[in-house]
Structure formats: C-alpha cells, structure tokens
C-alpha cells in the first residue's frame, strides 16, 4: 500500500503531465479506501483523473467489493449512473488510496502472443488459435501500488495489456453473444519473470508471470458502454518516461468476443473474472541486448480512454 505522501507524489505527476490520451466523462467504477472510511469502498471517478464520488455514501445498500457488485448487474449499474447524474461531492484522489477495480477475481486468464506486431518482434508465427496461461489472485496490486522485484528473479520484464472484466456468468458463450458477458475494461501490466518463463519450470509460463504484485490493475473499471471501440485504442508503456511500448488494441490477433467464446469453452466465466488480452512489442526481452527492470524504476502503462497506472519498482 503507498503511503500518503507517495499518494499526493503520483497524483502530482498526474495532473501536472500531459498525458498523450484525452480524458472524458464515463462511467469509471473504482475500489477505494480512505483514512475516515472502514474498510474498501466502490466509487466513481469524477472523469479521468479526475477525484473521486463515494457510491456507497450515495446508496448504503450497494456491495462494498466489485465482484459482489457486478454480480447484481444491471440493479447496481443504475445506482451508479444515476450517482454519476447527480451533483455529488468528490473526493480528491490525493485524500484515497486506489485499490485494483476488482480484487480476489475467480480467476485471472492471460492470452500470450496476442499482437501480430509482437509475434513479429519474436520473429514466430501469429497463432491460429488462442495461447492461453494464467496468474493467480494473489499477484494483483492496485494502480499506484509498488512492484516488488522478487529475489528468485534477475529478469523482470514490463507488458502493458487491455484488460477485459467479466460482469455476467457464462460457459460456451458464442461469440455474437460475448459483448453481453462484458463489464467493461481497465488497464493492466502483465510483469514478467522472463527466466522463470522462458529457461525454468519446464518453460511453462505460470511462475514467471504470478510472483506477487505481478498484476496492477486499474485505475478504473470503464464499462464497455463507456469505450467507444476496445479493438481501437492507443496502448504504450514508459520506463522512466521514456516509451518502451506503443501500438494499438487493432493489431490484436484474437479479439475480446473470440477470446470469450474461446475461454469458455474450458472454463466458466463469472463476475469479476479479467482476461489480460496480450501485449504490444517493445519489451525488454526481446531488445539487443535485453533490458530488465530495476530496483528505483517507474512503469506507466496506459491505455487511451482507459487511463494510466504508475507503478515503482522496488
């Protein structure tokens, strides 16, 4: 958890960059707490970057976790939008501290090679059908939380990913019928134990990419009716300010409904579940000679409409 004084640091950074991606009003549900508050708390950013309305001190009756809000679906979305309609008090985002939008999901799945510009940067074929792997729970942080470099790795790597949240329960969901299964979307950074990924385990992938705090997520759940079209968003990632990652959500090979339809097709989806849908190129494995993260680094992913997550490396 960051301290307070971090907190305002970050917040400062925030409002005092230009961010490429330009804010705009939607629906943005967020996982919050506050020092005059008990426990986590929904809420509402005010706009992108924008402060924050406390949903349960607009209806003391809505769950206080996000699962258990998407659960009850529409019921709970119409509290929200009319939360959003009315003229609330806002927090501001130096006085809270983010939570992941959805913490302790049933489950965390990940799409590998999932960008044809990044299976060109490995120079391998763009798959015919879905790569699937997956993180556990425990790696989530929230947006403005530190990644910990984990002892048992010396090649840490960064991936910005879209992140697809499930809002309704389904199993062979067809892919016309997929959108329905959607909450919305937020902004994930899929950090990756590249040894532990690519020369140990067997090579396969889980323990390189579950250490804990391998997964921030956030700032914001977006519902879909809020993004105009996930399969057309700018994604970049910067170490240090500098941009590492750059490219866009088109250049993904399997799209949000053939992901869904595919996934279900193993498992059932409920509320809460994220699907990571993959990376752009431009990570640090791949580049000659290879650069890892570091103990002092800064990560921002970012995501146009979505927002931006700024993680430390510790």
Not at 9 to 31: E, G, I, K
Not at 62 to 79: C, H, I, N, R, Y
Not at 90 to 102: I, N, Q, S
Not at 265 to 275: K, M, N, W
Request: charged content about 20%; overall charge neutral.
């Amino acid at each position: 958890m960051l301290s307070s004084s971090k907190r305002r640091l970050l917040t400062a950074l925030l409002q005092a960059r230009r961010w490429p991606f330009q804010p705009s009003r939607d629906m943005r549900l967020v996982q919050f707490q506050a020092p005059h508050l008990v426990g986590p708390h929904l809420g509402l950013e005010s706009e992108n970057g924008g402060g924050l309305i406390n949903l349960n001190a607009f209806d003391s009756t809505l769950p206080k976790t996000m699962t258990e809000f998407l659960e009850q679906g529409e019921a709970t979305l119409s509290v929200a939008r009319r939360a959003l309609a009315a003229q609330l008090p806002v927090l501001p985002r130096a006085e809270v501290t983010f939570l992941a939008p959805v913490t302790r999901p049933d489950k965390v799945v990940c799409v590998g090679m999932n960008y044809a510009d990044h299976c060109k940067e490995q120079n391998v074929p763009v798959p015919k059908e879905p790569i699937i792997f997956s993180k556990f729970g425990s790696s989530i942080v929230g947006p403005y939380d530190e990644i910990i470099l984990p002892p048992e790795s010396q090649e840490v790597d960064w991936e910005v990913e879209l992140a697809v949240v499930i809002g309704k329960t389904g199993k062979h969901i067809k892919a016309t019928d997929a959108m329905a299964h959607v909450a919305g979307f937020t902004v994930a950074h899929d950090v990756s134990a590249r040894d532990w990924q690519m020369k140990r385990n067997g090579k396969q992938w889980l323990l390189g990419k579950t250490f804990d705090t391998f997964c921030p997520l956030g700032p914001a759940l977006v519902t879909k009716d809020s993004v105009a079209d996930p399969h057309n968003l700018k994604i970049c990632c910067r170490v240090n300010g500098e941009v590492v990652q750059s490219s866009s959500t088109k250049q993904m090979v399997f799209r949000t409904e053939v992901l869904i339809a595919w996934v279900s097709r193993f498992v059932t989806l409920y509320p809460g579940d994220i699907i990571l849908t993959g990376t752009p190129p431009g990570v640090g494995v791949f580049r000659k000679p290879p650069i890892f993260l570091k103990k002092g680094d800064e990560v921002q992913c970012e995501i146009e409409e979505l927002g931006v997550i700024i993680n430390k490396v510790v």
